[in-house]
């Protein structure tokens, strides 16, 4: 065998492309670690007060005071979906669900905020297309989803990551 027969021989992807597979998942895990734990941050805010947050009652108050009513039911909705969609991202399991429930609960922060133009919801927009694209990526190898019987990622996940997340957004939007 010729040495140019032996680079005619079929590689997987990352080698054929060039790239790094321990650098992609490393660049997710830094992905998710962050936006997923800055994300939890900013649910346990509104929960529990916790990171200097607000706290349920002033949060139920501002949701109260932003068209959301009862602002408590949707202070708890919201404050949880970020709580859950954060940590689930965080630690790399159910990546797909979690991709949907931030972006649901991201499309109504853009809604309050849109008025104040893109400085006003960039941060939401910000998380929404993180978890998109981790829907579509996975997690990596680097999380509680890889190797699993469970672990989902792809175009077809994505989209359903996607259509799931702009439904639960557009029924909060209409129940409000």
Known sequence: MTANTETRTARPLEFRTGADPVAADTGLLLLRLFFGGLLFVHGTQKLFGWFNGYGLTATADGFGQMGYNPGKFFA????????????????????PLAAAIVLGTMINAMNVT???????????????????ALGFTGPGRFSLDHGRAWQRKGIVWGTGAFVLGVVAAVVTLLTK
């Open 76 to 95: 708890v909705l919201a404050g949880l979906c970020e709580a859950v969609g954060g940590g689930l991202l965080f630690l790399g399991l159910l990546t």
């Open 114 to 132: 849109w008025s104040g133009g893109l400085a006003g919801y960039e941060s939401a927009l910000l998380f929404a297309v993180v978890a998109v």
